[in-house]
Structure formats: C-alpha cells, structure tokens
C-alpha cells in the first residue's frame, strides 16, 4: 500500500492550495482517508476525513468552513482544498487510509493504518 500526497507549497495569508492523496495497492472504494498535519514543536493532529463512499465527512474545529474534503474513486485520489489559509494552518499534512467504510467524527490518528509521506504547506502572514 502506498499513499502519496502532494500539491503543498508556499502561501500568503488568505491564498488557497490543494493537497491531494493517491494511492495504490489498496482497494481505495473500501477505505476511509483522513488528512493529518503537524507543525513544528507540536503533536499531529486531525483535520478532516472523509468516509469510503464519500458521504460522510468530518472536520476540526479550526478548520471547519474553510477545508474541503472531497474524493474520486475512480482516479484513487482524495483531495484536500484548503482556502482562507492563515499562519497557523502551517505544518506537514499527512493523508491516512483504513479499511473501514466510516469516518467518524472524533477520527485520531490510531483509526488510520497506512500513512504516506507529509507535504509542506506554508502560509505566511
């Protein structure tokens, strides 16, 4: 199983990126994705997930009306849209994936089983 995010980047206060998540190996219709992020000197930390089917998704509190999740089972692919982003939104983000159709709102990091490489977002003020 490999996941791969990416799109993250530099960003002023108030821009928007994109992150994405592909896999493969992995039947990706069974699977719940989560995205995660850690900035420097804290713990990892979720941000949204959402369920296999996509029907379901959750997010932060400090994210909330600001992020998308969203996917395209046909392309294995989750995506992340990020906008209004401000300083703090700054870290590594991480997508997750479990073979388990749900995405339960009080998702950590223990629910998810298979983890790809984190992609930097940087949003200066």
């Known amino acids: 199983v490999q996941l791969q995010a990416s799109g993250g980047g530099k960003v002023q206060a108030g821009g928007s990126l994109r992150l994405s998540c592909a896999a493969s190996?992995?039947?990706?219709?069974?699977?719940?994705i989560g995205w995660f992020r850690q900035a420097p000197g804290k713990e990892r930390e979720g941000v949204s997930c959402?369920?296999?089917?996509?029907?379901?998704?959750n997010y932060a509190d400090s994210v909330e009306a600001r992020f998308t999740i969203s996917r395209e089972n046909g392309k294995n692919t989750v995506y992340l849209q990020m906008n209004s982003l401000k300083p703090e939104d700054t870290a590594v983000y991480y997508c997750?994936?479990?073979?388990?159709?749900?995405?339960?709102?009080?998702?950590?990091?223990?629910?998810?089983?298979?983890w790809g490489q984190g992609t930097q977002v940087t949003v200066s003020s």
């Open positions: 997750a994936a479990e073979r388990n159709p749900f995405c339960y709102s009080n998702f950590e990091i223990l629910d998810f089983s298979f």
């Open positions: 190996g992995l039947n990706w219709n069974y699977f719940a």
């Open positions: 959402i369920s296999s089917a996509g029907g379901t998704t």
